[in-house]
């Protein structure tokens, strides 16, 4: 059964980097045909896109922080990782990774259980 | 790239059915069929219960249902059950190549 898992700190500084793991159980990231992506949920409020990557390295990103997210993959690890420069008390948020119901024309099937990550000195 | 309009809130008694609009733009909605809705019961991670405008995945009651006129897609829940009271997300591809959220539709049953 596919399980996704997120990880990383709980508590970043602003200006700080944000990094973020999401280790996939029970399949391949480079075995299938799917896209893997990150969403974020800032308290009381609703889903925003991050981005999305294939494990060939093909990403696609939310153009709001295009500038600011790299989000990368590690087949040896199947894993793949979220980055956001310089964060600020808006990125405050639960992370969630998640799958791809197949390319990125396809919605998300599989949800990881979230990470909150907040943002304060 | 703007998120997708819902209702904030849409309120039903046991047994009854009820809607959620979920309002694009023709870049999105319009023009894909690659719309989805998501449960999210309170501390959960969501959960998928229509791909492509009507889809039911295994497991998903078929009191859910998913259509699209237009710009515009609905989720419709009948026989409301106290389970369904969660809230309620659709997201849909846009031809930017990104994905874009609706705010959300808290469901209360009444």
């Known amino acids: 059964q596919l399980q996704l898992q997120e990880s990383g700190p709980g508590l970043v500084k602003p200006s700080e980097t944000l990094s973020l793991t999401c280790t996939v159980a029970?399949?391949?990231?480079?075995?299938?045909?799917?896209?893997w992506g990150w969403i974020r949920q800032p308290p009381g409020k609703g889903l925003e896109w991050i981005g999305s990557?294939?494990?060939?390295?093909?990403?696609y990103y939310n153009p709001s922080l295009k500038s600011r997210v790299t989000i990368s993959v590690d087949t040896s690890k199947n894993q793949f990782s979220l980055q956001l420069r310089s964060v600020i008390a808006a990125d405050t948020a639960v992370y969630y990774c998640a799958r791809h119901k197949g390319q990125i024309l396809t919605g998300y099937s599989i949800w990881g259980q979230g990470t909150m990550v907040t943002v304060s000195s | 790239q703007s998120a997708l309009t819902q209702p904030a809130s849409v309120s039903g008694s046991p047994g009854q059915s009820i809607t959620i609009s979920c309002t694009g733009t023709?870049?999105?909605?319009?023009?894909?069929?690659?719309v989805y809705w998501y449960q999210q019961h309170p501390g959960k991670a969501p959960t998928l219960m229509i791909f492509?405008?009507?889809n039911r995945p295994p497991g998903v009651s078929n009191r859910f249902s998913g259509s699209k006129s237009g710009n515009t897609a609905s989720l419709t829940i009948s026989g409301l059950q106290a389970d369904d009271e969660a809230d309620y997300y659709c997201s849909s591809y846009a031809t930017s190549r990104t994905w874009v959220f609706g705010g959300g539709t808290k469901v209360t049953v009444l």
């Open positions: 029970g399949d391949s990231i480079s075995s299938t045909n799917h896209y």
């Open positions: 023709s870049s999105d909605i319009g023009y894909y069929n690659y």
């Open positions: 492509e405008v009507s």
């Open positions: 990557i294939y494990y060939s390295g093909n990403t």
